[in-house]
Every structure is written in C-alpha cells, then in structure tokens.
Antibody
Framework: QVQLVQSGAEVKKPGASVKVSCQAS????????MHWVRQAPGQGLEWIGI????????TYAQKFQGRVTMTRDTSTNTVYMELSSLRSEDTAVYYC???????????WGQGTLVSVSS | EIVLTQSPGTLSLSPGERATLSCRAS???????VAWYQQKPGQAPRLLIY???SRATGIPDRFSGSGSGTDFTLTISRLEPEDFAVYYC?????????FGGGTKVEIK
C-alpha cells in the first residue's frame, strides 16, 4: 500500500533553515510528482510547491521563491523540502502529498510540525 | 492565481441531516481539476472527491460532488458522526495549486 512517512518535529530559531523528509513506499517513486503543503495552527492549507522525482523539475509558489528548495534521493525513495530564513510565521505542519495525474493529491504524509521561536 | 471561496465557514447540523458545501472559483476551472478533502483534528487531509464528482477509493456513497465552471458543491446526504470535520476544495487547473479556506461541519 502507498505510504508517505515524514521526518519528526523540528524546533528552529528565526533565521535558521529546516529540511523535512518524506519517504515513499508502495509504488514506483519516479512515476509520481510530489507536492508540499503546509498548515499554520488553526489555519487552512497552503501550497508550497511540487517536485518531479524523475527529472528533478520543481515549481514553487511565488511566496516561497528564493527560500524553498525541493530535492529527492531516488536510492531511498525520499523527497526533501528545505525552507530557509525561517520566521515565526513559518510555524506550521508541513505535509508531503502525492500528485495524481496533475489534478489532485491522493496520498498524504502524516505531517511534520516545524516550530520557529526565539 | 485562482482564489477559491468556500461557504459557509461553519455549518451546524445534526447527524442524519444533509450537508451542502459550496466552493466558488474566481475564474473558471475545468471540473477535471477540482478536488475535495476532509480533515479531522490532528490528521492529514484525506481525498474525498476528484474530478469534481468522482469518489476516491473507499469513500462512502453518501459523499457526492458536482459543479462546473466557477461553482462546485460537495454534498453529504446523511451526516454520520464521523463526518464532522473540516472540508477543503482544491483546484489545479491553473498553477499555482490553490485551496479554499475550508468549511467546518460541526454538530448542532
């Protein structure tokens, strides 16, 4: 069965960077793009960007351009999302989610809480 | 970017009642690119509906989706206790992918 398992919670100081991982299993890793979505406490869902694990193509939401980098490791079926220059507003749960046919997100990771505080 | 506006913000209903949730897009979206998700506290979102009207695997038939153009609807025909949650619509007909602000369905 498809599973996306994310890394554990992180606590960071303002200005630091965080790198969250998402390990996929149960399907052919390079056949599906992967999205990253975040959710601030008590708020809605916000799209961060998407990565093509096969060709390493990425598309980022304009809001995160210059601060986010998505990468992958095909030997471990893992995608990564690194966010730099963290500020308190980046405190959120970060999710990876598998793209299906460029239309919807069919499987989600369990989420990774990133807390930014001085 | 396409802005999705969900209404109402909160829907207070009793088990067994019908729930109708609205999602309005700021510009037309192909129905193929509209999806709905359910999220319960402390959990990741779960895909309910894709292509505006197709139920995802394992989703009960009391959930249905409809709509086209700029107006889309999620209907829960008879609310079960486990259906009280927050629901989000999403579009990816045009980048960036966007979500609506959510509708909370709470027990009256």
């Amino acid at each position: 069965q498809v599973q996306l398992v994310q890394s554990g919670a992180e606590v960071k100081k303002p200005g630091a960077s965080v790198k969250v991982s998402c390990q996929a299993s149960g399907y052919t890793f390079t056949s599906y793009y992967m999205h990253w979505v975040r959710q601030a406490p008590g708020q809605g869902l916000e799209w961060i960007g998407i990565i093509n694990p096969s060709r390493l193509g990425t598309t980022y939401a304009q809001k995160f351009q210059g601060r986010v980098t998505m990468t992958r490791d095909t030997s471990t079926n893992t995608v990564y999302m690194e966010l730099s220059s963290l500020r308190s507003e980046d405190t959120a749960v970060y999710y990876c989610a598998r793209d299906n046919s460029g239309r919807y997100l069919d499987y989600w990771g369990q989420g990774t809480l990133v807390s930014v505080s001085s | 970017e396409i802005v999705l506006t969900q209404s109402p913000g909160t829907l207070s209903l009793s088990p067994g009642e019908r729930a109708t949730l609205s999602c309005r897009a700021s510009q037309g979206v192909s129905s193929s690119y509209v999806a709905w998700y359910q999220q319960k506290p402390g959990q990741a979102p779960r895909l309910l509906i894709y292509g505006a009207s197709s139920r995802a695997t394992g989703i009960p038939d009391r959930f249905s989706g409809s709509g086209s153009g700029t107006d889309f609807t999620l209907t829960i025909s008879r609310l079960e206790p486990e259906d009280f949650a927050v629901y989000y619509c999403q579009q990816y007909g045009r980048s960036p992918l966007t979500f609506g602000g959510g509708t909370k369905v709470e027990i009256k």
